[in-house]
Nanobody
Framework: QVQLVESGGGLVQAGGSLRLSCAAS????????MGWFRQAPGKEREFVAA????????DYADSLKGRFTISRDNAKNTVYLQIDSLKPEDTAVYYC????????????????????WGQGTQVTVSS
């Protein structure tokens, strides 16, 4: 059973920063690409960022490049998402997820190619 627990969300003013964490257990963490997604009220879940199992490659949603940074610490079974220069439109529930395939050579941005999801952490940005 895979468990993902996100933390680090909260209420922040526009222009501020947050660092989200996602602690994983129950699977060989270092063998799987990890992704971050977000879902705003009334909208579909959307891709934010992902990182290859080795940490050697990262991918970001085009509209978010420059403000979001994904990283991972395989020794701690944890993936992080640093968000800088927060905007009100970043308000959403942020989810981390585990790729459905081990050692996938490419990063996928598709929701349905991630097999396990955390419960999400709320990020609210006030103007």
């Amino acid at each position: 059973q895979v468990q993902l627990v996100e933390s680090g969300g909260g209420l922040v003013q526009a222009g501020g920063s947050l660092r989200l964490s996602c602690a994983a257990s129950g699977r060989t963490f270092s063998a799987y690409n990890m992704g971050w997604f977000r879902q705003a009220p009334g909208k579909e879940r959307e891709f934010v960022a992902a990182i290859k199992w080795s940490g050697g490659r990262k991918d970001y949603a085009d509209s978010l490049k420059g403000r979001f940074t994904i990283s991972r610490d395989n020794a701690k079974n944890t993936v992080y998402l640093q968000i800088d220069s927060l905007k009100p439109e970043d308000t959403a529930v942020y989810y981390c997820a585990v790729d459905s395939s081990a050692l996938r050579g490419v990063i996928t941005t598709k929701v349905n190619e991630y097999a396990y999801w955390g419960q999400g952490t709320q990020v609210t940005v006030s103007s």
